[in-house]
């Protein structure tokens, strides 16, 4: 299968993943702070943590699996440029502390995600 049509086709489902799961975030909780983008990229540093450290730990695994699941899906998934732009509109809107809370949790629970994915794939697949 072609390496751009296994790219397409995973940056679809995580797209469409996005969109559900904040959906539903925000369904749930709505106020200043954008709950949907923070989990959707913390889970999405977590979930790059541990499928890097799979791909890195069995080099035998076919490379479309990692285009599939890391350029395509977390792709398509995680949303920095959504974070960007709400952190954007959180100053523009006079809410500097939701936008320096939203930003330091996010770089720190996003590092935090990625190791912790990494730690618990090299403990599963050594």
Do not use: C, D, Q
Request: glycine share 12%; hydrophobic share 55%.
């Amino acid at each position: 299968m072609s390496k751009y049509l296994v790219v397409m086709l995973g940056g679809a489902v995580g797209a469409v993943s996005r969109f559900l799961l904040g959906s539903a975030i925000m369904r749930i909780y709505s106020t200043a702070f954008p709950l949907g983008t923070f989990v959707i990229n913390v889970t999405g540093s977590f979930l790059i943590g541990v499928l890097m450290t799979l791909f890195l730990n069995r080099p035998g695994i076919h490379s479309n699996w990692r285009l599939f699941l890391v350029t395509g899906i977390l792709g398509g998934y995680t949303t920095f440029s959504s974070f960007e732009w709400e952190t954007l509109a959180a100053l523009r809107n006079g809410a500097a502390s939701v936008a320096v809370v939203y930003v330091a949790a996010s770089a720190a629970l996003g590092l935090a995600g990625a190791w912790l994915g990494s730690v618990i794939a090299g403990r599963l697949w050594p």
